[in-house]
């Protein structure tokens, strides 16, 4: 035992000395009293001077040193620490107490050392000094008896805490200047200190301006250095929070938490971390595994209030789970998701699990508000979004299934929160939770939060629910959501989506399904039987719900929103998909028209779906016909890169898969998709032809059709698909490089010898003919023999007669064009003879009508027709004649009518007995004639005018349309005084002639045939009113991506007109003085209140499609030839001059004749979506605002000197005259004079009296406004379908836990005032008052019984800016927000609700100038 203690004794001795030595280099016994009294009284937060003499000896020591130091501290503290307190050693304080060693002179000389590296320019010596030396404190300071010893300063603390950040360069290489040295140069020279009498921790502006510019460049070797060292001081303080207990010191402990939280992006981590306590600080490996174990340890209750720690741990986590940096800013910046911020964000995510795990129920809540915090402070940008739904999701797998309902319910009321970013951010929680396993609601204890756990709540309530959102954004985001359900595992989640689709839909109860999953492993569903079939009835309201639902599905795909419109497509595609809507063309036929939207990226995104719906339905002939009827026409689309897309389509679906055809192999699907999409072609999707060989055209420019390909499409020619062979050939046949004609022969002469006359027949004739130039005579007279003999027989259908005349001629065509001619004429002549007598058989005989064939009669009429365009030498006056009888028939009376044309010859014509069919071939037959002989068009002209006036047969005036605009191309003069004849027919009483007149002149003004003329352009505009919905949307097709794209200034050119043209006005000297036929005014009419809304409408659409320049002008036009021509009295003011002036009134008081730049808005939903699209828009946002000042000073001069006289005159002479305009005029003032509100007295400074009326009825307005904002901030309703607020926090199964108000709390809406909040105590219901809102309205909501104590309103929510003032309270089953006094009650949560409600806008005590002038006359 005494050598036991002799040694001891040693080695006591020895760590002695070992001590002693260490302690030289900071020259404590030379250190002046009075400095370190200075230091002291400075609160360790000035730098004081010292003698140059003991300052240039404490600069000298080196890293050495001080670890040699710490090495004996570490040494002396394991030792106490293990020691006990009988074993007689002493401790280090004794020691250092025995050696002279003042503790406040060691902390004087640390401080040094800790405020000396801190400064910006500080060279790594002094960084990594200030490091050990803040290292070497904390050491100090967790050894036992360092409080009595009093080692410990708060201040000295905080700020060896904060060395951690300052001592390593934040913004290392951002900035360098040329001319600065190296700190491993600049080491080897003695920094002269600054004489200054204190050294300022916290520089001026301009001298950390300074500081920045010169900034030094640090090597590698300088940075390790450093983090050697900053390892050493976390290590220094984990030790310390092992054994030093901050319970008493919140303000270390807040500190602590703030380091820790900003070192967790200090250096990327490879290996997965792991959180199990206990462990050994020297075997953590990186600094942010320090950090995260550093976090751990503050949650221990030996730093406090484990409540208090969670909330400032999750509060410091959230801003890393969002990917911000919140710093010492108010508002938290984004950082750029790079893969080191992503793995430092889902480290975060598994600790603040991990910590769920250990601590439960205590750390529940605080999960509840990080969750809460999360959604809240969610921004719009989509890839944020998407990792903060993710981290919702990840977060919410460790609650029960109580909390987790609870935050469900949370967030079904955020998803109607009035911020656009809440709503969309709460849609993508909703999909990241339906990815997880789903719930079982039996095991929720509280009934009213059970509703809350089935994916059918999330779908229907959470997603669906969205439809009526005021957002585009949202709106097409929930139904892309929509669709992406049906593509989810859970066979819950597509019941959910039929049963919004579907009137009847057929469960599948899975008795004891059972869910396994986790973060780590996908979803696995273990399904055990029996099944258990449940049949919902079919009930009214099913139906009628599912039948808005899809019809409302339908409008968002004719949508104004193109994200809308984009997003519908998804959704309609994936119910198409999955059978939950039917394959039905009124369905698809949706997505064949949205691939000719307007939008190119709805067009991309239709073809698209189409694609996707036809590789999952192949074999669907409705879908294979959708997908011809979107993709074929895109070929010809304007938008190079939707062609491209189309073409792509088609040569993947058909090209590609035409592969060499054997009888004995059976066709693989891809290759009966093929075939089955060309049999269509050749049969129901026949229109498609021009737009297929348009595709073929462009491939046959990149040599797409190879000899193989040829010979592999020959091989099906004979198949029973042979058709589609035919059609691809007679494509290709032109392009191709060598064909075999010998093939193509013998399938000719087979099918002359069958007599089989199919729908091959036309394509094999097409093939013939573009191959004619490569055959020999013989073959050629064969052909044209076979070809003759059946045209000879009229047997086959008008296409085929086309065709195969159409052949002959390719086969008589030489260089001779003599030659050609005689062919044609000898060849066609034989034709339109044996025509003409089978006409002169009919009509010169008077039985013959009665026995007529139809059928027969058409094809000798359609044969004489296309005959006779190749051989005009050869039709004689008789065959006119006849085909002039087969129209109409001679009579001597002319028939009662008021008026006729002065075209119309005096012979008038009625209608024979021939049936309707057959004379309107004649008419088309007639036309071909007219074609080429231009005396016929001379003649007939006023007849086919006369016929569109007076005739009643649809068909002949359909026709008499066609043929007038087909001659208008050839003889453009001549029919030119024909167009009002033929734009009459716009308001036809059949929908389908004008539609069928709305092309025919769109294409002529569109290759500019026709001009706007006359009454053309106000015809045109009637169509927009068109009480067919359908011809109404194909005008405003035609005319805005069609005419318009030709005068981009004929809106605003004809706009005036309009107001007198559709008013019937005549009254004005210049405008509405083109000749009409008073049958064509009175059609053309929209004269009458019954027609204002027409009118309203088509002056809407006008202004909406107007540039800013446009509104400008045509608002001083609108001055100056109509308000100063009343003001003049050069227009009547009678009855319908008031018409007149006061639609004029109602037109500028529009909010489409605002310019655009001033209407636009500077906030709200408009720069939401523009932060939500790209970058882009918002500047153009920015820049609008921009605009906005000098435009509002242009349109205030103009208003002032063009405008302003005139309505005081028209003023003055409408009280003169008594006139019922005078209250539009003051209407138009009223809306007029709201973006001058104070300049009314400046702007009418001529008319004093008319100052006041606008002053009075802007503020009776404003009155009006202030009330309706009150009445809508009062009317509050909660969710007649939820559950109460009240009624979920007394039966929820989580009990509120009482703690003091915390600045990391629920979310909550904002205080009226301190004043009336202290006060406030109140159990009011607040009751819904005022107009319904309509369910797509976002509702308000408050929770009931609102109380808070005295200190509660200055401690605000974090997430809560001042300014925030929404109606809404996120309730999760607790809050943040208690009474002081109401420990007993626990079921007492109240939240704020003021009973004084605040004070309305100041009332004016205004009367009208007219009222007070009658009161004092009598």
């Known amino acids: 035992m005494c050598e036991t203690s002799i040694s001891g004794g040693f080695i006591r001795s020895q760590n002695k000395m070992e001590l002693t030595s260490a302690l030289q280099f900071l020259k404590l016994n030379e250190i002046p009293q009075a400095w370190v009294n200075a230091v002291w009284d400075a609160e360790f937060t000035e730098m004081k001077l010292m003698e140059d003499n003991i300052e240039e000896g404490l600069v000298a020591c080196g890293d050495q040193a001080f670890r040699s130091l710490y090495t004996c501290l570490m040494a002396y503290a394991s030792q106490q620490q293990t020691s006990s307190r009988d074993d007689g050693s002493l401790s280090i304080w004794t020691e250092l107490s025995e050696n ?86 600049a080491e080897g020279k003695r920094s002269k200190p600054q004489r200054k009498e204190t050294l300022e921790l916290h520089m001026d502006v301009d001298e950390e301006e300074e500081e920045e510019e010169e900034e030094l460049h640090f090597s590698c070797q300088d940075l390790s250095k450093i983090r050697e060292a900053l390892v050493l001081l976390l290590q220094s303080l984990l030790r310390l929070l092992q054994t030093f207990a901050l319970k008493d010191k919140p303000q270390s402990s807040s500190s602590c938490t703030q380091i820790f939280s900003k070192l967790l992006y200090f250096e990327p981590v490879i290996s997965e971390l792991s959180f199990d306590a206990g462990k050994d600080v020297t075997k953590l490996q990186s600094i942010p595994e320090m950090a995260f174990y550093g976090l751990q340890l503050l949650c221990t209750p030996k ?70 915090h999360i959604c809240y402070q969610m921004v719009e940008k989509s890839e944020f979004r998407s990792h903060g739904a993710q981290a919702v999701g990840m977060l919410t797998s460790p609650l029960s299934n109580a909390d987790y309902a609870c935050f469900i319910k949370w967030l079904y009321k955020f998803s109607r929160h009035s911020k656009m970013a809440s709503r969309l951010f709460s849609v ?253 072609l050749c049969d129901e999707c026949q229109n498609l032809s021009q737009y297929f060989s348009r595709a073929f055209s462009i491939w046959s420019k990149q040599n797409k059709f190879t000899t193989t390909f040829i010979t592999n499409l020959i091989s099906h020619t004979e198949a029973d698909h042979g058709a589609g062979a035919w059609l691809l050939l007679s494509k290709v046949v032109a392009a191709s490089p060598k064909i075999p004609y010998g093939v193509i022969l013998d399938a000719w002469d087979s099918m002359v010898s069958s007599k089989d006359v199919s729908a091959r027949t036309c394509h094999i004739l097409c093939v013939i003919g573009e191959i004619s130039a490569h055959l020999n005579e013989d073959a050629k007279e064969r052909i044209v023999d076979d070809l003759m003999s059946w045209l000879k027989t009229f047997t086959m259908s008008p296409e085929v007669i086309s065709a195969a005349i159409e052949t002959l001629h390719q086969l008589g065509s030489s260089e001779d064009v003599k030659q050609t001619q005689a062919f044609l004429d000898h060849r066609c002549g034989e034709l339109v003879s044996l025509c003409e007598v089978y006409l002169a058989s009919i009509i010169l005989n008077e039985s013959g009508a009665q026995n007529i064939n139809e059928e027969l009669m058409v094809r000798y009429l359609h044969t004489l027709g296309v005959a006779s365009l190749n051989c005009p030498a050869r039709v004689s006056k008789r065959v006119v004649l006849l085909v002039e009888s087969v129209v109409t028939t001679h009579s001597d009376k002319l028939p009662d009518l008021d008026e006729l044309p002065n075209s119309v010859p005096l012979s008038q014509f009625k209608a024979n007995s021939l049936p309707t069919r057959v004379r309107a071939h004649g008419v088309i037959t007639l036309g071909k004639l007219c074609l080429q002989h231009e005396d016929l068009v001379q003649k007939y002209l006023p007849v086919w005018a006369r016929e569109l006036e007076v005739g009643t047969e649809v068909a002949l005036r359909n026709n008499v349309v066609v043929i007038m605009c087909d001659l208008c191309v050839r003889y453009t003069n001549k029919v030119d005084h024909y167009i009002p004849n033929i734009s009459a027919c716009l308001r036809d009483n059949d929908p389908i002639i004008r539609e069928q007149t709305l092309i025919m002149l769109t294409n002529l003004l569109q290759e500019q045939f026709v001009k706007w003329k006359g009454s053309l352009f106000f015809r045109f505009m009637v169509m927009l009113v068109d009480p067919v919905p359908a011809n109404a949307s194909l005008c405003e097709y035609c005319l805005l991506h069609i005419l318009l794209k030709k005068n981009t200034e004929m809106f605003s050119q004809h706009f005036i007109e309009c107001i007198f043209h559709f008013n019937s006005y005549s009254g004005h000297t210049s405008y509405n003085k083109f000749p009409q036929t008073k049958s064509d005014k009175v059609r053309f009419s929209l004269k009458g209140p019954q027609h204002r809304e027409k009118r309203f409408r088509i002056y809407r659409f006008l202004l909406e499609h107007f540039t800013d320049a446009q509104r400008f002008n045509i608002t001083n036009k609108i001055n100056q030839n109509v308000l100063a021509l009343f003001a003049d009295e050069e227009l009547r003011l009678d009855a319908e001059g008031a018409d007149i002036l006061s639609e004029t009134f109602n037109i500028l008081t529009l909010k489409e004749m605002k310019l655009q730049v001033m209407s636009a808005p500077h906030g709200g939903v408009a720069v939401e979506e523009a932060e939500e699209e790209n970058a882009a828009a918002m500047a153009k946002v920015v820049i609008q605002a921009a605009q906005n000042k000098v435009v509002s000073q242009v349109r205030k001069k103009a208003f002032i000197e063009n405008t302003v006289p005139l309505i005081i005159s028209l003023k003055h002479l409408l009280e003169r005259q008594r006139s019922s305009v005078l209250k539009d005029l003051m209407v138009y003032l009223q809306v007029t004079m709201q973006d001058y509100r104070n300049e009314v007295k400046e702007f009418f400074a001529g008319d004093e009296q008319l100052a006041a009326e606008v002053e009075f009825a802007l503020k009776e307005a404003e009155k009006q406004r202030e009330m309706e904002k009150q009445m809508d901030n009062c009317s509050l309703m909660e969710d007649p379908q939820m559950p109460t607020a009240q009624a979920s926090l007394r039966n929820s199964p989580i009990k509120p836990r009482l703690f003091l108000p915390l600045n990391f709390a629920t979310p909550q809406p904002s205080r009226p005032s301190p004043v009336n909040a202290r006060l406030t105590l109140t159990e009011k219901h607040v009751h819904f008052r005022g107009r319904c809102r309509p369910e797509e309205d976002l509702e308000s909501m408050v929770l009931e019984k609102t109380l808070m104590h005295a200190g509660a309103a200055k401690n605000r929510a974090i997430s809560t800016p001042r300014d925030f003032g929404i109606n809404v309270t996120f309730e999760g089953g607790f809050s943040a927000i208690y009474s002081e006094t109401s420990h007993d009650e626990e079921n007492g949560v109240l939240h704020v609700q003021s009973e004084q409600t605040s004070p309305g806008p100041r009332q004016w005590n205004v009367q009208s100038p007219l009222r007070q002038k009658k009161k004092a006359i009598s």
Not at 149 to 176: A, M
Not at 311 to 330: A, E, P
Not at 616 to 644: F, I, M, R
């Open 100 to 185: 002279g060693v003042s503790m406040k002179s060691l902390m004087a000389v640390l401080s040094f050392f800790v405020l000396r590296g801190k400064n910006k320019s500080a060279t790594v010596r002094q960084r990594v000094g200030c490091l050990h030396a803040a290292s070497l404190y904390l050491l100090l300071l967790g050894i036992p008896g360092s409080i009595s010893n009093q080692v410990f300063h708060e201040i000295l603390l905080d700020t060896c805490l904060n060395t951690s950040s300052q001592c390593w360069p934040q913004d290392y290489g951002k900035k360098r200047k040329k001319d600065t040295l190296k700190c491993s140069q």
């Open 303 to 372: 730093h406090g209030d484990q409540r208090e720690s969670l909330r400032k741990v999750f509060h410091q986590l959230l801003y890393v789970i969002l990917m911000m940096n919140k710093g010492d800013r108010r508002t938290p910046t984004l950082l750029v998701p790079s893969q080191a911020i992503l793995t430092t964000r889902n480290q975060a995510i598994r600790f603040v699990c991990h910590i769920v795990e250990e601590l439960k129920d205590l750390a529940l809540p605080f999960v509840q508000i990080l969750l809460q």
């Open 428 to 680: 993508d929680v909703g999909m990241v939770l339906l990815g997880q396993p789903e719930r079982d609601n039996e095991d929720c204890i509280d009934p009213e939060l059970a509703c809350y756990l089935p994916h059918k709540f999330l779908i229907q309530s959470l997603l669906f629910a969205r439809r009526y959102d005021q957002s585009p954004t949202v709106q097409g985001h929930a139904l892309t959501c929509l669709a992406q359900c049906l593509e989810l595992p859970s066979l819950n989640a597509t019941r959910a989506v039929q049963s919004l689709f579907c009137a009847t839909v057929t469960q599948s109860v899975l008795e004891g399904e059972t869910t396994v999953g986790s973060l780590q492993q996908p979803q696995s569903t273990y399904r055990s039987l029996p099944f258990r079939t449940v049949e919902i009835s079919n009930s009214d309201t099913m139906v009628c719900d599912a039948k808005e639902n899809l019809s409302l599905l339908l409008r968002r795909v004719q949508n104004s929103k193109t994200n809308v419109r984009k997003s519908a497509l998804q959704a309609l595609v994936g119910l198409l998909k999955h059978d939950v809507i039917p394959l039905s063309w009124e369905n698809l036929s949706v997505l064949s028209e949205r691939c000719r939207d307007p939008a190119v990226s709805v067009k991309k995104k239709a073809l698209l779906c189409v694609g996707e719906l036809l590789n999952a339905k192949p074999d669907c002939s409705t879908v294979q016909k959708a997908w011809l009827e979107g993709v074929v026409a895109a070929v010809v689309d304007p938008e190079s890169s939707v062609q491209e897309k189309a073409l792509e389509a088609l040569d993947q679906v058909l090209l590609s898969q035409i592969k060499v055809y054997s009888a004995s192999r059976h066709l693989d699907s891809s290759q009966r998709l093929t075939w089955n999409l060309l049999n269509l």
